[in-house]
């Protein structure tokens, strides 16, 4: 099985636990992440124009800045977008194996989402996230909410893809 990385100076990875029952559990239950804490991800892809066309399909987008060739010679990029709904998606659905793989019980919400430099085919993106905020769950005992910072950087190390999640969380059954 693949090992988590964790890099938070303050913070040691990590340790594995006992897998539930149903043996798909590999995420982080919420009484064990801590603040500060950040996971690179190791799972990287290199973005292609055919990832691009399916999504775009997929979503009933037709944006010529995303696959329209010729349009995009005229634009200040000279060459179409990756969509970023595809580049976000991609960020965040990484980090799942490494933190919240059976663990999660609900999104509750993403802000502050942004994309300070576009993604070309060709691109090769990779995913950080970091612990932002833990507090228990008011309502609900059993569970605590996580507040993390997803980060996307392509091959240059620039940051293409940032938002933040909050996400309702399993604490470790008694």
Not at 14 to 43: A, C, L, N, Y
Not at 115 to 143: C, H, M, N, W, Y
Request: with cysteine.
């Amino acid at each position: 099985m693949r090992q988590r990385r964790a890099a938070a100076a303050s913070h040691p990875p990590t340790s594995r636990r006992q897998p539930r029952k149903d043996s798909t559990m590999t995420g982080i239950w919420f009484d064990e992440f801590k603040v500060g804490q950040t996971f690179e991800h190791e799972i990287r892809r290199t973005f292609t124009e055919a990832d691009n066309m399916w999504f775009c399909n997929a979503t009933y987008n037709p944006a010529s800045i995303h696959i329209d060739a010729e349009y995009c010679k005229n634009t200040e990029f000279g060459r179409p977008l990756v969509n970023s709904i595809f580049t976000l998606g991609f960020v965040i659905g990484v980090t799942v194996q490494d933190t919240t793989l059976g663990t999660t019980v609900a999104n509750l919400g993403m802000t502050d989402t942004r994309f300070p430099k576009p993604v070309f085919f060709g691109d090769t993106i990779r995913s950080r996230t970091t612990v932002q905020e833990l507090r228990p769950s008011k309502s609900r005992p059993a569970q605590g909410i996580v507040t993390f910072l997803h980060q996307g950087f392509n091959q240059r190390d620039e940051e293409v893809c940032t938002c933040t999640r909050q996400a309702l969380m399993l604490r470790r059954p008694a």
